[in-house]
Protein backbone atom coordinates (compact mmCIF):
# COMPACT_ATOMS: atom_id res chain seq x y z
CA UNK A 1 0.00 0.00 0.00
CA UNK A 2 1.60 3.37 -0.66
CA UNK A 3 1.03 6.37 1.71
CA UNK A 4 -1.72 7.94 2.21
CA UNK A 5 -1.94 11.26 0.00
CA UNK A 6 -1.37 14.73 2.02
CA UNK A 7 -4.30 16.76 1.74
CA UNK A 8 -7.76 16.90 3.32
CA UNK A 9 -9.84 15.23 1.19
CA UNK A 10 -10.36 11.14 0.45
CA UNK A 11 -9.31 10.59 -2.88
CA UNK A 12 -11.90 8.60 -5.33
CA UNK A 13 -10.58 7.05 -8.59
CA UNK A 14 -12.65 6.04 -11.33
CA UNK A 15 -11.61 4.54 -14.72
CA UNK A 16 -12.62 5.86 -17.93
CA UNK A 17 -12.62 5.09 -21.58
CA UNK A 18 -14.40 6.82 -24.61
CA UNK A 19 -15.13 5.07 -27.90
CA UNK A 20 -13.37 5.67 -30.48
CA UNK A 21 -15.35 8.32 -33.41
CA UNK A 22 -13.67 6.94 -36.11
CA UNK A 23 -12.36 3.90 -37.87
CA UNK A 24 -8.73 4.18 -37.42
CA UNK A 25 -9.03 6.29 -34.50
CA UNK A 26 -8.11 4.56 -30.84
CA UNK A 27 -10.27 6.29 -28.63
CA UNK A 28 -9.60 7.63 -24.69
CA UNK A 29 -8.70 6.00 -21.79
CA UNK A 30 -7.89 6.84 -18.47
CA UNK A 31 -8.25 7.11 -15.10
CA UNK A 32 -9.68 10.12 -13.31
CA UNK A 33 -8.65 11.14 -9.53
CA UNK A 34 -10.98 13.49 -7.47
CA UNK A 35 -11.72 14.83 -3.97
CA UNK A 36 -14.33 12.18 -2.50
CA UNK A 37 -17.26 11.99 -0.41
CA UNK A 38 -17.08 8.95 2.23
CA UNK A 39 -20.11 9.86 4.66
CA UNK A 40 -22.19 7.92 2.64
CA UNK A 41 -19.70 4.58 1.56
CA UNK A 42 -20.23 2.36 4.25
CA UNK A 43 -17.13 0.01 3.97
CA UNK A 44 -14.86 1.82 1.14
CA UNK A 45 -12.18 -0.54 -0.63
CA UNK A 46 -9.25 0.83 -1.53
CA UNK A 47 -8.47 0.49 -5.68
CA UNK A 48 -5.62 -1.81 -6.96
CA UNK A 49 -2.72 0.33 -8.37
CA UNK A 50 -2.94 -0.90 -11.68
CA UNK A 51 -6.56 -0.69 -13.14
CA UNK A 52 -6.31 -3.21 -16.21
CA UNK A 53 -4.60 -6.08 -17.67
CA UNK A 54 -2.12 -6.26 -14.91
CA UNK A 55 -0.15 -9.39 -16.74
CA UNK A 56 0.25 -6.88 -19.66
CA UNK A 57 1.28 -3.93 -17.56
CA UNK A 58 4.03 -5.93 -15.84
CA UNK A 59 4.97 -7.42 -18.91
CA UNK A 60 5.33 -4.21 -20.37
CA UNK A 61 7.22 -2.73 -17.54
CA UNK A 62 9.70 -5.63 -17.29
CA UNK A 63 10.45 -4.86 -20.97
CA UNK A 64 10.80 -1.74 -20.26
CA UNK A 65 13.55 -2.74 -17.33
CA UNK A 66 15.19 -5.25 -19.09
CA UNK A 67 14.12 -8.30 -17.22
CA UNK A 68 12.81 -11.99 -18.81
CA UNK A 69 9.47 -12.22 -20.09
CA UNK A 70 8.62 -15.24 -17.81
CA UNK A 71 9.61 -13.22 -14.51
CA UNK A 72 7.44 -10.37 -16.42
CA UNK A 73 4.23 -12.52 -16.50
CA UNK A 74 4.89 -14.48 -13.12
CA UNK A 75 6.32 -12.46 -10.24
CA UNK A 76 5.96 -9.40 -11.30
CA UNK A 77 2.96 -9.78 -12.39
CA UNK A 78 1.41 -11.68 -8.79
CA UNK A 79 3.53 -8.24 -7.58
CA UNK A 80 1.89 -5.17 -9.05
CA UNK A 81 -1.71 -7.16 -9.01
CA UNK A 82 -1.60 -6.76 -5.37
CA UNK A 83 -0.45 -3.35 -5.24
CA UNK A 84 -2.83 -0.88 -3.63
CA UNK A 85 -3.18 2.90 -3.68
CA UNK A 86 -4.96 4.75 -1.24
CA UNK A 87 -7.58 6.05 -3.77
CA UNK A 88 -11.59 4.67 -2.98
CA UNK A 89 -12.79 3.60 -6.63
CA UNK A 90 -15.33 5.25 -7.97
CA UNK A 91 -17.21 6.98 -4.26
CA UNK A 92 -19.43 10.06 -5.03
CA UNK A 93 -17.46 13.38 -5.55
CA UNK A 94 -17.54 16.08 -2.89
CA UNK A 95 -20.33 18.59 -3.37
CA UNK A 96 -19.05 21.64 -4.78
CA UNK A 97 -20.02 23.88 -1.95
CA UNK A 98 -17.51 22.40 0.50
CA UNK A 99 -14.51 22.95 -1.89
CA UNK A 100 -13.18 26.61 -1.45
CA UNK A 101 -13.22 28.62 -5.17
CA UNK A 102 -13.10 27.11 -8.29
CA UNK A 103 -12.03 23.60 -8.80
CA UNK A 104 -8.52 22.83 -10.66
CA UNK A 105 -8.47 20.89 -13.86
CA UNK A 106 -5.39 19.13 -14.44
CA UNK A 107 -4.75 16.65 -17.40
CA UNK A 108 -1.98 14.51 -16.66
CA UNK A 109 0.11 12.42 -19.11
CA UNK A 110 2.24 10.06 -18.31
CA UNK A 111 5.55 9.32 -19.57
CA UNK A 112 7.43 6.58 -21.24
CA UNK A 113 6.36 3.02 -20.05
CA UNK A 114 4.04 4.78 -18.08
CA UNK A 115 0.14 4.18 -17.48
CA UNK A 116 -3.11 5.84 -16.30
CA UNK A 117 -1.72 4.91 -12.66
CA UNK A 118 1.51 4.81 -12.52
CA UNK A 119 1.91 8.29 -11.42
CA UNK A 120 -1.14 7.52 -8.85
CA UNK A 121 1.08 8.86 -6.04
CA UNK A 122 1.35 12.25 -7.86
CA UNK A 123 -2.09 12.55 -9.00
CA UNK A 124 -4.18 11.14 -5.65
CA UNK A 125 -2.03 14.10 -3.78
CA UNK A 126 -2.98 17.02 -6.01
CA UNK A 127 -6.87 15.37 -5.96
CA UNK A 128 -6.46 15.59 -2.22
CA UNK A 129 -6.48 19.30 -2.14
CA UNK A 130 -8.92 19.82 -3.73
CA UNK A 131 -8.19 18.93 -7.51
CA UNK A 132 -9.62 16.74 -10.45
CA UNK A 133 -6.95 14.99 -12.67
CA UNK A 134 -7.71 13.53 -15.61
CA UNK A 135 -4.86 10.83 -16.14
CA UNK A 136 -5.02 9.86 -19.65
CA UNK A 137 -3.54 6.31 -21.23
CA UNK A 138 -1.98 6.52 -24.33
CA UNK A 139 -1.92 4.06 -26.95
CA UNK A 140 0.91 4.76 -29.35
CA UNK A 141 2.89 2.42 -27.83
CA UNK A 142 4.77 4.61 -24.94
CA UNK A 143 2.35 3.07 -22.49
CA UNK A 144 3.60 0.08 -20.54
CA UNK A 145 0.55 -1.64 -22.40
CA UNK A 146 -3.14 -0.46 -22.96
CA UNK A 147 -6.05 -1.95 -24.98
CA UNK A 148 -7.50 -0.61 -28.02
CA UNK A 149 -10.88 -0.55 -26.32
CA UNK A 150 -10.05 -3.93 -24.65
CA UNK A 151 -10.20 -5.83 -27.49
CA UNK A 152 -6.01 -5.83 -29.51
CA UNK A 153 -3.46 -5.39 -26.99
CA UNK A 154 -1.13 -2.66 -27.77
CA UNK A 155 2.01 -3.67 -26.04
CA UNK A 156 5.42 -1.42 -25.14
CA UNK A 157 7.47 -0.47 -28.11
CA UNK A 158 11.09 -0.37 -26.81
CA UNK A 159 12.48 2.75 -28.38
CA UNK A 160 16.21 1.91 -30.07
CA UNK A 161 17.96 4.55 -28.29
CA UNK A 162 17.45 2.77 -24.50
Known amino acids: MLPPYPGPYSVGIAPFEIAPDGENAFGVMGSLFYPAD????KAPVKSKWLLGPSKLYAVGFGTYAG???????TVLSWYLDSAKIPSILSPPVVPASTLSGPIPVVVFCHGLA???TSY????????SK????????????STTSARNNYQDKIEYVRPPWL
Open 120 to 127: SQFCGSLA
Open 114 to 116: GNQ
Open 67 to 73: LPKRFNE
Open 38 to 41: LSQV
Open 130 to 141: GMIVLAIEHRDG
